[in-house]
């Protein structure tokens, strides 16, 4: 499945303000939506979308990620301002730093005998 990647400016709940957004689209699906400045993210589900701000928007944010038009951004930004912040998720940096600093200490430590 073919994965774009487009950059909005949208208004991130966690920040309270409208930064960069990166929006990820697998095939024609947004897949998340993540905050350039604080990197919380919406994973996209469909329903929730629908419920949020309507079915007929939906067919038109997620569909065509090359041709993002100022109207689907504004409907996104009014998406993810209607977004519960339980939804949005910081994702786990930590775990990615130990996970980094694991595999290096795996590299070097790989045999612990002499
Ligand atoms: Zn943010």
Same mark, same amino acid.
């Given at each position: 499945? #073919? ?10 709940? $966690? ?23 604080? $990197?919380?993210? =919406? #994973?996209?589900?469909?329903?929730? =979308? ?5 079915? @007929?928007? *939906?067919?038109? *944010? ?7 038009? $100022? ?10 301002? /209607?977004?519960?912040?339980?939804? *949005?998720? #910081?994702?786990?940096?930590?775990? #990615?730093?130990?996970? @980094?600093?694991? @595999?290096?200490?795996? @590299?070097?430590?790989?045999?612990? /005998?002499?």
């Amino acid at each position: 499945m #073919k994965t774009t990647k487009m950059e909005a400016n949208l208004h991130c709940v $966690n920040c309270e303000k409208e930064t960069l957004h990166e929006v990820m689209y697998i095939g024609e699906n947004i897949e998340r939506i993540t905050c350039t400045e604080c $990197n919380a993210y =919406v #994973k996209i589900d469909e329903k929730m =979308v629908i419920s949020a701000i309507g079915a @007929d928007i *939906v067919s038109r *944010v997620t569909s065509k990620p090359e041709r993002m038009s $100022n109207e689907i951004k504004e409907n996104l930004s009014k998406f993810l301002k /209607s977004m519960p912040k339980r939804v *949005v998720t #910081k994702p786990y940096r930590i775990i #990615k730093e130990l996970k @980094d600093i694991k @595999d290096r200490t795996c @590299d070097k430590n790989s045999k612990n /005998s002499s």
